[in-house]
C-alpha cells in the first residue's frame, strides 16, 4: 500500500512538473516577464514626479569610469538597458538607476551592487547628515523579471509607484 502511494505522489509531482515547465515557453512560465523602454519611463516619470523643471534636482546621465566609481562591478554585468542618474552635486539626495540585465541569473548581483551603493552612502560616503538620512529612509530596490531599479530621493515612493505601475 506505501508503494502505491508513493508511486502515486511521485506520479503527481512529475505530472505537476511537466505542467509548470510548458506553460509558458524558453521564459520558464508567465512568471512576471518585464521589458519596458527605460529611458522612456525615466523621461515620464521624472516629467510627473517634477512637472517644474525650476524645482526639480538636476540630474545628469552617469556613464563610464564614473559609473564604475559609483557602482563597482555594474559595466560587467551584461545588461541589455542600464541608465544610471544622479545629481550634479552631491548634498542633494537623489539618484535613480535603472537596469535590465540579459541573463535572470544577474538579477541578485545587480541587487547586491545597489545595496553596496547604499551602504556606502550611509557608511560615510554622504557627507552630510541630511543626505545619509536620506539614503537611509528614502533609496528602495525594486525588482521586476530582469529590470532592478534604485530609486533615492524625498518623493521615491512615488517613483517606485511609476515603476510599479508600469
Known sequence: MRKLISL?????????????????????????????????????????????????????????????????????????QCLVYAPMITAVAYEIALVEVADAADVQTVQDIFQARIDSQVEGGAFYPGTV???????????????VCLFVGAEKDDMVAAFNAL
Not at 538620512?133 to 529590470?147: F, L, T
Open 8 to 80: 502515486t505522489l511521485a506520479l503527481c509531482l512529475c505530472l505537476g512538473l511537466t505542467a509548470c515547465a510548458g506553460a509558458g515557453g524558453e521564459n520558464g512560465g508567465d512568471q512576471d516577464v518585464f521589458t519596458t523602454d527605460l529611458s522612456a519611463f525615466y523621461d515620464d516619470m521624472f516629467s510627473t514626479i517634477f512637472p517644474d523643471p525650476n524645482n526639480a534636482p538636476s540630474m545628469s546621465e552617469v556613464t563610464g569610469d564614473y559609473l564604475d566609481q559609483l557602482y563597482p562591478g555594474l559595466s560587467e554585468v551584461e545588461t541589455t
Open 133 to 147: 538620512e536620506a539614503w537611509q529612509n528614502d533609496s528602495e530596490i525594486v525588482v521586476r523579471g530582469n529590470c
